[in-house]
């Protein structure tokens, strides 16, 4: 898909022109065409506005299409700043290479990531394993949490390093501490250093707040649409976070609710 981004809001070259062409049907290709024209008109928009894109993982199975996509986006839009972000998903055993490559391409343009652990794991293990195939999963939890840290610090450098932006989209507080403490080794500031910090709306709240009230660039992710297309992502998320957040994380949790409802029901007491 690289040739079908020529320039902002410009001619593109028609997917039906493409070797992509030779695997899919006509009508397959229209649809092709017109995603890549709104994905170009919506880069487009961001790089007028001053304001980021970023481009959500989905299954191994369509998710190098996506990747070719940003990678051309990239390419185009990422030469002042970083516009364009794409986004890995650290579950998947190849993800850390892919991350590699990807920055030394970017070098001479801006490179902008978003880094998450991932929300396929059943479904891809099934699939894996019905084709009988090698899963792209990694193996153990600890695998993917080691995997998620190493690429987050390699990514840190790079912004460090060459100015490249990182959105960490992550509820694991242990990964967040990591981030935080190669941020101060790096001498990255809080605000301002091309580093950001994102949870979804609802989850990992007391995350969210130390990070804002101690200066970090925090974000909540709002998921918005149909009600039939959001609560499907919803659930995904709360079964990454189910399969994710085990054990000590679980007890910590429970025991910052049981903490804050206290704090509120003492609070209560006293305005009564």
Not at 10 to 38: C, F, H, I, K, W
Not at 134 to 142: A, F, G, R, V, Y
Not at 156 to 171: D, F, N, T, Y
Not at 238 to 258: C, H, K, P, T
């Amino acid at each position: 898909m690289i040739e079908q981004i020529k320039q902002a809001g410009g001619a593109r070259t028609p997917l039906s022109q493409s070797y992509v062409a030779r695997a899919l049907s006509e009508g397959e290709v229209e649809l092709a065409d017109a995603m890549v024209g709104r994905v170009a008109a919506l880069a487009e928009l961001a790089d007028a506005r001053g304001v980021r894109l970023m481009i959500d993982a989905e299954h191994t199975y369509f998710q190098p299409a996506i990747d070719h996509t940003a990678k051309a986006l990239s390419m185009q839009y990422n030469k002042e700043w970083p516009v364009i972000f794409n986004t890995y998903q650290a579950y998947l055993k190849g993800s850390y290479t892919l991350l590699m490559e990807d920055m030394e391409r970017a070098r001479r343009n801006g490179f902008g990531a978003k880094l998450v652990r991932g929300a396929y794991l059943s479904l891809e293990r099934r699939r894996a394993a019905a084709k009988g195939q090698e899963s792209p999963i990694w193996d153990t939890l600890q695998d993917t949490h080691d995997n998620y840290n190493r690429c987050m610090r390699a990514v840190l450098r790079e912004v460090k390093e060459s100015g490249a932006e990182l959105m960490i989209a992550s509820h694991n507080q242990d990964s967040i501490e990591q981030a935080v403490q190669e941020m101060h080794r790096l001498g990255l500031p809080p605000t301002g250093g091309g580093v950001y910090f994102g949870q979804l709306l609802g989850m990992a709240d007391s995350l969210t707040f130390t990070l804002g009230q101690n200066g970090y660039e925090a974000f909540k992710y709002v998921p918005y649409g149909p009600i039939a297309e959001v609560l499907p992502y919803l659930v995904r998320r709360a079964q990454e976070n189910s399969a994710i957040v085990q054990g000590a994380a679980v007890a910590r949790q429970m025991d910052m609710l049981r903490s804050e409802i206290g704090r509120r029901v003492v609070r209560l007491g006293r305005a009564g």
